[in-house]
């Protein structure tokens, strides 16, 4: 956990996590030393949402509820605490592609990912790209997730194109995305089976498959929501990633 902590609180973090200017507290907004797989820059960690640790900190000092001393304590305890969460997702999430064993060794895929990082300068293009995103199509069964969703939506726009949708004012209609993908939800959980939902465990809920959704994006394998297929697929995409081989023979 400590060496992973070394990327979200390092030297342009140091400085105090509010600054004091004519008797108004403010944030410290500098990055992590860890890169957005977009390529837009630095991840910022605990900053920029209103219910973000920072940014409650920072409110509630100016409103007279803490001293900076007790604001310390609570920043200090929230990040060891979300560093820890961090690097057990990221355990898991790299087991589950096969990037490393159970214990947490790289596998012979792990180290033809790293190899191919080392030898580019980056993870974000090339063959280290298409290593990731295929393990995480085939290991990491989001294949077979988008499947599902396919299967799911065609049955369900075959009986009735306008499920989801509203008029507008103009006389079109709209397609509602939060019905549609907590519909998704229900029918994973209460239909296949195959997802089993647990409790919150604080903070903003999340939205169904918000985190696949986020990362099957940035990866190509889907676009938006339409009314009558509901989520649009690229379905060459998916059989590019689907097709490429993750063995070393």
């Known amino acids: 956990m400590e060496s992973f902590l070394v990327f979200i609180y390092h030297e342009r973090l140091h400085s105090p996590i509010i600054s004091l200017r004519n008797g108004t507290y403010f944030l410290n907004r500098s990055t992590s030393s860890i890169l957005r797989s977009d390529g837009t820059g630095y991840k910022r960690f605990f900053v920029g949402?209103?219910?973000?640790?920072?940014?409650?900190?920072?409110?509630?000092?100016?409103?007279?509820?803490?001293?900076?001393?007790?604001?310390?304590?609570?920043?200090?305890?929230?990040?060891?605490?979300?560093?820890?969460?961090?690097?057990?997702?990221?355990?898991?999430?790299?087991?589950?592609?096969?990037?490393?064993?159970?214990?947490?060794?790289?596998?012979?895929?792990?180290?033809?990912?790293?190899?191919?990082?080392?030898?580019?300068?980056?993870?974000?293009?090339?063959?280290?790209?298409?290593i990731f995103a295929s393990s995480i199509l085939q290991n990491g069964q989001l294949g077979a997730f988008l499947y599902y969703i396919h299967k799911l939506s065609e049955q369900k726009f075959q009986a009735n194109p306008l499920a989801f949708t509203t008029p507008t004012t103009s006389g079109s209609y709209a397609f509602n995305q939060n019905e549609y993908k907590a519909w998704l939800e229900d029918c994973f959980q209460n239909e296949l089976y195959i997802i089993r939902k647990v409790s919150a465990r604080g903070g903003t809920a999340r939205q169904p498959f918000q985190a696949e959704f986020a990362i099957l994006r940035n990866l190509g394998y889907i676009k938006s929501f339409r009314i009558g297929v509901g989520l649009e697929i690229n379905w060459p995409r998916v059989q590019e990633s689907m097709s490429f081989s993750l063995s070393l023979t």
């Open 49 to 130: 949402r209103s219910d973000s640790v920072k940014n409650k900190t920072v409110k509630e000092l100016n409103d007279g509820k803490y001293t900076e001393e007790e604001a310390w304590k609570i920043y200090a305890s929230n990040i060891r605490t979300r560093a820890h969460s961090y690097r057990e997702d990221i355990d898991t999430g790299l087991a589950s592609i096969g990037f490393i064993t159970d214990d947490g060794k790289l596998t012979d895929l792990g180290y033809r990912f790293v190899d191919s990082c080392e030898r580019t300068g980056t993870a974000n293009s090339g063959i280290a790209r298409e």
